[in-house]
């Protein structure tokens, strides 16, 4: 499994943007990079997925380093529904993979 | 929007006793898994199953643990013997299975308490 890297915790003010990085060196050539949040006292929820280019969607964009290396997923207007545990996973395209949980980055958003 | 649901929500047994924890998947996935959150510990990696068998499985999976998808929707995971460790929340998760849908779809989880 691919190492990743990120801060332990992160604020944020209400309605601004939110930049939430992940090193990710190891990561293989065929790993997708996918990103999951957990609400407090909820399951964990899939955020965004990609692959090399940058990706959006209703929730979030996800920008990909030009080596792989790394990841940004971008909150574009935080809200307090925002407030929970970031993960980056990078996931194999093969078989049937596991998600590796690491510690996450834990993002309070501030009223 | 169709979910992954679990039940119960909340279990409280007594150490030694049998549980079985239960989630109906979304119902054309293919790829289950559960995994387990000790309060305020990481998310690991419990068990996967496909095509009517454990794929992977992880240390903490042992002889203790059964998964068993009994019909076509109920997915179920069972403690025979539950120790005071296994203390935790339980998350089912589904994937529906095609190439390059790689994203698990997790259930709200049961909280688990053994005594």
């Known amino acids: 499994d691919a190492k990743t890297t990120q801060p332990n915790s992160m604020e944020s003010n209400e309605e601004e943007p939110v930049h939430l990085p992940c090193n990710h060196s190891?990561?293989?050539?065929?790993?997708?990079i996918h990103w999951y949040r957990q609400l407090p006292s909820q399951g964990p929820e899939y955020v965004i997925h990609g692959l090399t280019s940058n990706v959006n969607n209703r929730m979030a964009s996800l920008a990909i380093a030009e080596d792989r290396k790394s990841s940004t997923l971008i909150l574009h207007r935080a809200t307090l529904r925002d407030a929970a545990v970031y993960y980056c996973i990078p996931i194999s395209n093969f078989g049937n993979e596991k998600l590796t949980f690491g510690t996450g980055t834990r993002l309070t958003i501030i009223p | 929007e169709p979910e992954v649901t679990q039940t119960p929500s909340h279990q409280v047994t007594q150490m030694g006793q049998e549980v079985i924890l239960r989630c109906v998947p979304i119902?054309?996935?293919?790829?289950f898994y559960w995994y387990r959150q000790i309060l305020g510990q990481k998310v690991e990696f419990l068990v996967s199953f496909y095509n009517n068998e454990i794929s992977e499985k992880s240390e903490i999976f042992d002889d203790q643990f059964s998964v068993e998808r009994p019909d076509g929707s109920n997915f179920t995971l069972k403690i025979r013997s539950t120790k005071l460790e296994d203390s935790a929340m339980y998350f089912c998760?589904?994937?529906?299975?095609?190439?390059?849908?790689?994203?698990?779809?997790f259930g709200p989880g049961t909280r688990l308490l053994v005594l």
């Open positions: 998760a589904s994937r529906e299975g095609r190439v390059g849908q790689e994203t698990q779809y």
């Open positions: 190891t990561i293989s050539g065929t790993d997708y």
């Open positions: 119902s054309n996935h293919l790829y």
